[in-house]
């Protein structure tokens, strides 16, 4: 009932940007909170960034000020400008929309996309 598909991921030099993008699409009414998650090799998933339907954001505090969530109710989308990247920054970054009112009434929680990868690397 929701899908989430990831896209922008891929290799960049140590101080170089990507924008990763996240398209929700099924049959829903609402998504609440969406944001992104990320897994690097050998270690678990963490929280990376996340932003409310009204707008309120959060950041994992390595990426405060770097990172950059955004949103786009309309087109349900999330996007996530990644700037200033470092090595310790790769991983497989996943979109996650956290509560989801789908249109039969019912409520989901947790979507995930399947993943892309960041790599930074020289």
């Known amino acids: 009932q929701v899908h989430l598909v990831e896209s922008g991921g891929g290799l960049v030099q140590p101080g170089g940007s990507l924008r990763l993008s996240c398209t929700a699409s099924?049959?829903?009414?609402?998504?609440?909170?969406m944001g992104w998650y990320r897994r690097a090799p050998g270690k678990q998933r963490e929280f990376v960034a996340s932003?409310?339907?009204?707008?309120?954001?959060n950041y994992l505090a390595p990426v405060k000020g770097r990172f950059t969530i955004s949103r786009d109710n309309a087109k349900n989308t999330v996007s996530l400008q990644m700037d200033s990247l470092k090595p310790e920054d790769t991983a497989v970054y996943y979109c996650?929309?956290?509560?989801?009112?789908?249109?039969?009434?019912?409520?989901?929680?947790?979507?995930w996309g399947q993943g892309t990868q960041v790599t930074v690397s020289s």
């Open positions: 996650n929309a956290d509560k989801v009112l789908v249109s039969s009434g019912r409520t989901v929680y947790d979507a």
């Open positions: 099924g049959s829903f009414r609402t998504i609440y909170g």
């Open positions: 932003i409310t339907s009204g707008g309120i954001t």
